[in-house]
């Protein structure tokens, strides 16, 4: 007997303290981009990209609420993207809208924090990088010109990046011509430092990597990193599309901190090895757990 919609959704439904956690994230994040706005961003003629900055330009401009914009604005993207991006996704970034609106709102009335441009554009990035990160780990967005870059990627030779990248030089190059150039220039210091404040929130200080390494003394790296680093490897088969060698190749996943380390003991027993370092979004399951070194 095959299982109805409805108790296909119950299956997949969150247990209760995980649904809470991901709304608590939702809201802390959420509200830590409508204080980086009021508090930092808008008062100091700041903004960022995507739709939050073209609705700090429409609400300079008309002197209507930010939050009106940011809401208003997004909820279109939002009911496009809707059968792109699935419901959960559309749910969790609606609820996350709906609070930066309102803690924007909330705020208008409360004075800046800073009024030096420059302080400005470094914390307000730092707290919009956070709050966005947080967000975007709990399954949720703040800006629809993701969602449009998506649909318009399906159409189009360009990437998804290339499309959010090309929306936002307009957008902050047009802070210059309502704000002045000195302040689209703090605008792009903002929007940098919270493109990497994303990141860093996203994937944690203590990022993973996976490491990739072709050794002719595979034995002797592969216990040495185990026993000194204190990190499981894997022994994968391999063959050379040049000479038909068969090679061993060591796998392993290493945090950042880990992998200067890491490179002096490959260099150390074997300064021929081939060594490829990569960026790990998420590690889960298996023994990634370091172990104990004695």
């Known amino acids: 007997m095959s299982e109805t919609p409805a108790s ?7 247990p209760v303290p995980r649904f809470l956690q991901r709304m608590l994230f939702l809201f802390l994040g959420a509200a830590l981009v409508a204080v980086g706005l009021e508090m930092f961003l808008v008062n100091n003629n700041i903004i960022d990209g995507g739709i939050t900055g073209i609705s700090i330009i429409l ?10 914009f940011l809401f208003v604005i997004n909820l279109p993207f939002l009911l496009l993207g809707y059968k792109q991006i699935g419901k959960t996704f559309a749910l969790s970034t609606l609820f996350a809208v709906f609070v930066m609106s309102v803690g924007t709102a909330l705020l208008t009335p409360v004075q800046p924090i800073t009024i030096d441009p420059l302080l400005a554009a470094v914390f ?4 919009i990088g956070v709050g966005v990160g947080m967000v975007i780990r709990s399954g949720g967005s703040l800006d629809g010109t993701e969602i449009v870059a998506i649909l318009f990627n399906k159409k189009s030779p360009f990437s998804v990046g290339e499309i959010v990248m090309f929306f936002n030089v307009f957008i902050l190059g047009s802070a210059g011509f309502v704000f002045g150039w000195d302040h689209a220039m703090y605008s792009l210091i903002a929007y940098y430092i919270a493109f990497k404040m994303i990141d860093i929130t996203i994937e944690g200080l203590d990022q993973s990597k996976s ?7 595979h034995q002797a790296v592969g216990d040495a990193l185990l026993s000194r680093l204190g990190r499981g490897v894997t022994y994968l088969n391999g063959e050379g599309a040049f000479t038909g060698d068969n090679k061993k190749v060591i796998f392993c996943v290493i945090t950042r901190l880990e992998e200067a380390k890491l490179k002096s003991i490959v260099e150390e027993l074997d300064p021929g090895a081939f ?8 590690v889960r399951g298996g023994r990634f757990k370091k172990k104990d070194i004695h």
Do not use: K
């Open 8 to 14: 296909q959704e119950r299956h997949n439904r969150l």
């Open 275 to 282: 060594l490829a370092i990569g960026n790990i979004h998420d």
């Open 211 to 217: 490491v990739w390494i072709i050794s002719e003394n």
């Open 124 to 127: 307000g990035g730092v707290i």
């Open 59 to 68: 609400s300079h401009l008309t002197h209507v609420p930010l939050g009106i």
